[in-house]
C-alpha cells in the first residue's frame, strides 16, 4: 500500500504502568530469545504521544510504527480501551496489532476491547510462570508466527 506506515523492525510497544509486570515481559520475552526492542509507554497518554510523535516523542518517525502493541486497561491518565479506540480511529495506526493483555476479567472489558478492534485479548495470569508463559507464547505468535504489513 503506498503511503502505509511500515512496522519498526522487532520493536514492541508495553503500555502498562505495574514495573513489575513491565520487568517479567521482558525477562519473559529475553528468556525465550524474543530479543526485540520493547519500548515502554507508562500510561495511556505515553503511548499515544509514542504513536503520533507528541510530546517527549515529538520528531520521531512516524513512518516506523510497532509491529505489536501490548495494552493493559487499568492505565493512568487515559484508560486502555480509550487508547485503543483512537489508535483504530486514525488512519496511521488503526490497523497495527493491538493485544489487550491485562488483569481485568470483567466480561464488559472484553466485550468492549473487541468491540473496538482488539485482535486479541488475554487475562493476565496471576501466577508468575504462568505469566511468563502467556508472554512468552504471545511473543512467539506476534513476533514470529504472524504475519504483518509488507513494508
Known sequence: MVGS???ADETILLVE???DDVLLTRRALKK???CNE???AQDGAEALDYLFGMGSYEGRNLDAMPQVIL?????PKIDGLEVLRRIRSDER???LPTVILTSSEEQEDLVEGYG???NS???KPVDIDQFRIAVRDLGMYWMVLNETLQR
Open 93 to 95: 495506526t488503526r490497523l
Open 17 to 19: 504502568d505495574n514495573p
Open 71 to 75: 495494552l493493559d486497561l487499568d492505565l
Open 121 to 123: 485479548y488475554v487475562s
Open 32 to 34: 525465550n530469545n524474543i
Open 38 to 40: 520493547v519500548v515502554v
Open 5 to 7: 506506515p511500515m512496522l
Open 116 to 118: 473496538l478492534g482488539a
